[in-house]
């Protein structure tokens, strides 16, 4: 049987308290740590150890104000909500419900908040080791966190010293001679989830340890801050409602492109009937004809809503438009019919908004 | 040392043909394997077995015309793109880069899809093993997926037999008698990502066993599609950018609301300076009042733009509006300058489109 690694759950170390002696207490608990290990330990343990609690009152409605307040404090931005759940980025650029404070394996007096620098902490905890027991032991600290897409919780990293968040095997080539795309592998995020399997929620198994796996032997690596990946490059940034809502508030700003360079274009399948005020000559047209009845204001009001509508969709499908007023201009004459006058011309083409 | 659970790399399997005899491929890799033992097998290998191949040329750009054919046959909905990355959700209900088709560790002539029902695959092997060998194992079969928010790949499970894909803890309650909330943990994730710490991506070790966890004697379970999350469900079922753009393309459907519901509303702060044809008399209004200079058609064309401008940022503070043309109303006159006209009156209230 070839070498795999083992996953050993560490029992036994009860409360942590605010200035507990973490390193001691998991020693303690499990002397049988050796040099290589790693232990993955519940961000939980490690705040309540660094002091990282909120008293809350445990009434209502006084509890939910104050439950408010610190997440509101805890957050960077907001990603998502729906109900009464709320997915920001916390200052430290994690993503997750709630910025991951939580309210279960405490008192009801307090609220945990996720360690002040988790890369920091597994650090501390690893010189701990080192120093006090002479183990060079690697640390991954642990959170749970939902995803889109899968139903389920999974454990993750948000904090690693003495192991790499990334493996990466860009570059390499497979048995065939592919080079490999894209593979860099979360390699702490899958030891928060295999040290999960043996942790438990409710079973007072703060730490697991990883036995088998190799660690550094230097330097502490990069942390699992290397992970976060920033708002720019993610593409779900934001939750669909949230990023439908600004689809709806950019529309507003679909008004002439500055960038706007003329030319034919395709455009799309328009969602709405057209009414009479504006007329598209054929499917490669460049330009809408606005008119309305002579002397109809309201019918005047009702292109310009349209016309502005238009606008959006075609934004939407990169389109950009720039709008000209009819002013007297004969040709436009043509494409009006009897008792009409010529409002003026969308132009469509190439470009896009700056917000975009 | 109380007990936990160990991940062993099976080497030796070798390259995999349709019409392969998986079952007894892994056996004769694994002698060693026993009762209680899950099988985390990667996708490849399963698809490779079923003939789940798609011969495609060599040579660009007939290479890439065949891959995006291909592409566009597994997916069921585009979640989002940039550039050449595609995320999709496949016919499974799994949302993926490229549909989860690979190309590594396939010969150059081939691309490798995702086997057609992964949990039946899943059931298949453990029927193999229990019928052929006499063994009750659980059998997870994973694939590599990336993820939002979060640098790294994780592989996940796409097929699971004889272990529930969630656990479930709510209800619980932990050491302090708080009820646990929204805790159901993803474990067969949990397994996927810890066997792949000893696949790795180049190495040839398509199957991993994990010993000492508990796997269901009777049964295959509910299979991962379990963890499948309706788009409906889901908070970020569309990329930002398509979702931003689904929300240009719904504001151009922002007209009467069938479910207004007049009454005092708080005006958000519009994003764009009102010009004079705009009267917004206080910010509790309820009603804004547009006006022409008599006869200026022009400048009504640009007041119904803004009239629609507004509708839409309305919109996505949740305000609806009616549009109601000015007609004769002789109280709307003390609303406009000397000069002018009134065009119509937008009134905003309470409902919402029926398409947000």
Not at 168 to 194: F, I, K, P, S, W
Not at 251 to 279: H, W, Y
Request: charged residues 25%; negative net charge.
């Amino acid at each position: 049987m070839t070498q795999g690694f083992s996953v050993l759950p560490v029992v036994g170390i009860g409360d942590v308290r605010p200035g507990a002696d973490l390193a001691g207490l998991i020693r303690d608990a499990a002397p049988w740590i050796e040099d290589g290990d790693i232990l993955v330990v519940t961000s939980k343990v490690i705040s309540k150890t660094e002091g990282q609690l909120v008293e809350i009152p445990l009434d209502e409605p006084a509890r939910e104000t104050a439950r408010e307040a610190v997440l509101r404090a805890e957050t960077a931005r907001v990603v998502a909500r729906r109900g009464a759940t709320r997915i920001v980025q916390t200052h430290h650029g994690f993503v997750l419900a709630a910025a991951g404070i939580d309210a279960s394996n405490v008192d009801p007096t307090h609220l945990v908040l996720l360690p002040k620098d988790p890369d920091a902490s597994a650090r501390w905890l690893r010189d701990e080791f080192r120093e006090r027991f002479g183990l060079a032991v690697a640390v991954v600290v642990t959170d749970t966190m939902g995803r889109p897409w899968r139903l389920g919780l999974t454990d993750v990293a948000i904090g690693a010293a003495g192991i790499d968040a990334l493996t990466d095997y860009r570059g390499r080539r497979d048995a065939y001679g592919n080079e490999l795309q894209l593979t860099q592998m979360a390699v702490v995020d899958e030891l928060a989830a295999a040290a999960d399997l043996v942790k438990g929620k409710t079973d007072q198994v703060p730490v697991a340890v990883v036995r088998g796996l190799p660690i550094r032997t230097e330097g502490h690596g990069t942390g699992a801050a290397e992970l976060i990946r920033g708002a720019d490059a993610d593409l779900f940034s934001l939750g669909t409602a949230e990023a439908v809502a600004r689809g709806l508030r950019v529309s507003a700003e679909v008004t002439d492109a500055a960038a706007f360079q003329p030319g034919p274009v395709t455009l799309p399948d328009l969602p709405f009937p057209r009414t009479r005020s504006v007329i598209v000559p054929d499917n490669t047209a460049v330009a809408i004809v606005a008119w309305a009845p002579v002397g109809d204001l309201a019918r005047a009001v009702e292109v310009g809503m349209e016309i502005q509508r238009l606008r959006a969709v075609l934004a939407a499908d990169g389109l950009a438009t720039v709008w000209i007023e009819a002013g007297d201009d004969p040709r436009l004459t043509a494409d009006v019919p009897e008792g009409g006058v010529p409002l003026g011309v969308l132009a469509i083409g190439r470009g896009s908004l700056p917000s975009l």
